[in-house]
C-alpha cells in the first residue's frame, strides 16, 4: 500500500531536468541575455536530472532490497 | 508544459493513495506510519505557504538582513523546543488534534474555544492565500483571475479528497524540493549580477544611506546587511524595533505560540511513525528552515539593491502610493533573471508554494472540524465510516468556503485585515495556556479557558491603545480612544501586544488555577503534564539519534549563523 515518496519525487525533477535540457539546447543565445549569457536552461536542467536520478536510484534499490 | 507535468503528478500522488484510506485514521493521521525524514520536510513545507516565500523576499527588500530574524530568532529555538520538550506530550498522549490535547489537559470549553478560533482561521487563511494566487497568476500571466481561482481550488481539494493527509503531506514534500530546486537559481543569478556577497554588501551601503527613517534621518551604511548591529534604538534599523521587543515578542511569544501550538505544523509531526521519530520531526525540519533565508530574503536584497541602480540594471520595483511595492519582488526577480523555460520551473514553484499553504489549511481544517466539533459536540459515536465520510465532507465544505472567502477578500479588504487582527488577539496568548499546562500540574480547566480570554482581551486593548507612527486607519491601532503610546513601526506595535497579552494570559491563568478546584487527579494526567510522565531512556541511543543532543547541535549552529551576520 505504502508508496514510496522517493519514486514520484525522482520521476518529476528526472522529466522537469529532460525538459530544460531539450529547450536549452534548442532556443537561440540571444534568450539568454536576461540570464547574463549563462544558458539556465541547459544547466539546470542538467542539476535537476542528476536530483532526480538519484532519488531514482535509492527508490529502487529500496525496492529490490524488500520485494 | 512544466506545468501540466506537475499538475497530473499531483493528482496521480492522491489517487495512488486512495487505495490506502480505509478508517478516518488513515485519512486524518495518515495512519500514523509516516517516516520522520517525510514528516519532518512536510512540517516545514505546511509553513511554507506563497505568503512566507513572497512575504520574507518583501521583507527582505524593505529591513534587510535583519528579516533573518524571522527565521534564527523567532524560528529554529521554537521549533528545537517543541521537538525536544512538547512532542513527548502531543504524541504520547494519543490526542489527534492539538484542540483534543486541550481536552484532556483541561476541559471541553478550552477545547471549543481552540477549535472553533482555529477551524475559522484555517479557512479565512486558506481563502486569503488563493486570491493572492489568483490575482498573482492575472498579473503575472493575465490569466482569468475566476478560473485560476477554481482550478487551483479543484486541484487542491482532488489530491486531499482521495488520499487525505498522506497525499497531502507527500505533495508538501515535493513541493518543498520544487520551491528550493526552482528558487536557487534565481539566487545564484541575481548574487553574480551584482558582484558576489560584497557587491551586495557595498550596493546595500547604498540603499540604507539614501534611505531614512521616520524621524528623517539617514541610516547607519550597514543597515541592510547586519542583522543585530543596529538594533540598540528602533529609529536605527528599517524595522524600527528593539532588540528587547525583538526577542520577546517575536522569538518568544510569537514563535512559541506558533510553532508549538499551531495544529497545522504539528498535526506533521503527531502523525510520524514513532515518538522517536516525532520528536525529530521539528529538528529534521529545522535544519532547512535555518537555510532559508539565503534562499528567500537574498532575492529580495538584491532587488532593493538593483533598484537604487536603476539606471544601470534595468530593474526596479514597482511604486505603489509613496512606497515600493514589496510584494512584487519574487514575481518580478524570476521574469527578470529567468529566460522562457526555466521560468516555468520558478512559476511552478511559487504556484507549488501557494498549493502547499492551502492544502495545510484544509487538512488541519477537516481534522479539527471532524475530531472536535462534529464527534464531540454535533454526532457522538458514529461508525468510523461515518467519520471518514464527514471528513470528505469537510474537506469540500472547507475548500468552498476557502472560495467565498477569496472573493470576500476581493471586496471587502477591510474585513479580512480586520479577521487578521482577531486571531492575532486569540493566538498571541495561547502558548502562555500550553506550558502552564505541560509543566504545573496544578493548572485548572477554568484557570486556562479565562486565561485565554483575558489574554485575548489584553492584546485587543493594547492595540485599541496605542499606534504605530503614522497610522491612517483604525486597524492599525488606538481605536478605543486616547493613545496612550505611540510605536516606531507596526512591527514593533505587533511584538508589544503579544508580550502583554501572553503575560496577561500567564498571570491570570497562574491566579484562577489557585482559587479554582483541581477537578483532574494525578492519573487522569499521566501523559499529559511533565512531572507525571515517565521519560523513556534513550541511553541506549548513539548521540547522533537522540533529540537533546540533535536540538543543542542545531541551537549551536544557529547561533554561529547569528554571530556571522551580527
Known sequence: MKLDLRLPIGLLFSIFGAI???????????????????????????????????????????????? | MILITYFSFVI??????????????????????????????????????????????????????????????????????????????????????????????????????NAFSFATMTVFSSGISMYAMAKLLNLLLGWNFDVSLWASAAIVLAYIFLGGLTSAIYNEVMQFFLIVLGFAPLVFLGLRDVGGWSGLVSRLDLVATQSHNLAGQ????????????????????????????????????????????????????????????????????AVPKMLFPFLVILPGMIAIALTFKAGQTGFSLPVKGNAYDYDMTIPLMLKHYFPTGILGLGLTALMASFMSGMAGNVTAFNTVWTYDIYQSHIAKNKSDAHYLWMGRMATVFGTVLSILTAYMAVHFNNIMDMLQLVFAFVNAPLFATFLLGMFWKRTTGHGAFFGLL??????????????????????????????LHTYPSEMAQNFWTAIWSWTTCFAVTILISLLTKRIKSDEDLRGLVYSLTERHSEGHLPWYKRPVYLGALILIAVTLLNIAFL
Open chain 2, 12 to 113: 496521480g500522488i492522491g489517487a495512488a493513495l486512495k487505495r490506502g484510506m480505509k478508517s478516518s485514521n488513515d485519512f486524518f493521521m495518515s495512519g500514523r506510519n509516516i517516516p520522520a525524514w517525510i514528516a519532518g520536510l512536510a512540517f516545514l513545507s505546511a509553513n511554507l505557504g506563497a505568503q512566507e516565500v513572497m512575504g520574507m523576499a518583501a521583507s527582505g527588500a524593505k529591513y534587510g538582513m535583519m528579516t533573518s530574524h524571522f527565521y534564527w530568532v523567532g524560528a529554529v529555538p521554537a521549533m528545537v523546543f517543541v521537538g525536544v520538550f512538547m512532542m513527548p506530550f502531543y504524541y504520547g498522549s494519543k490526542a489527534r488534534s492539538v484542540p483534543e490535547y486541550l481536552k484532556l489537559r483541561y476541559d471541553e470549553k478550552t477545547r471549543t474555544f
Open chain 2, 218 to 285: 539617514p541610516y547607519a551604511a550597514g543597515a541592510w546587511v547586519s542583522a543585530w548591529n543596529h538594533m540598540g534604538t528602533p529609529g536605527g534599523n528599517p524595522m524600527g524595533v528593539e532588540s528587547f521587543g525583538m526577542v520577546m515578542g517575536l522569538g518568544f511569544v510569537l514563535s512559541f505560540g506558533y510553532w508549538c501550538t499551531d495544529f497545522l505544523v504539528v498535526q506533521r509531526a503527531m502523525v510520524a511513525e514513532n515518538e522517536q521519530a516525532a520528536r525529530k520531526v521539528p529538528l529534521i525540519a
Open chain 2, 454 to 483: 483575558s489574554g485575548t482581551f489584553a492584546a485587543a486593548m493594547h492595540h485599541g491603545f496605542t499606534v504605530p507612527i503614522g497610522a491612517e486607519s483604525l486597524f492599525k491601532g488606538g481605536w478605543i480612544g486616547p493613545v
Open chain 1, 20 to 67: 530544460l535540457v531539450v529547450y536549452g539546447f534548442m532556443s537561440p543565445a540571444e534568450n539568454y541575455r536576461q540570464s547574463l549569457g549563462i544558458n539556465v536552461n541547459l544547466y539546470w536542467g542538467v542539476v535537476l536530472c542528476a536530483f532526480g536520478g538519484v532519488m531514482l536510484t535509492f527508490a529502487l534499490r529500496a525496492r529490490s532490497k524488500a520485494p
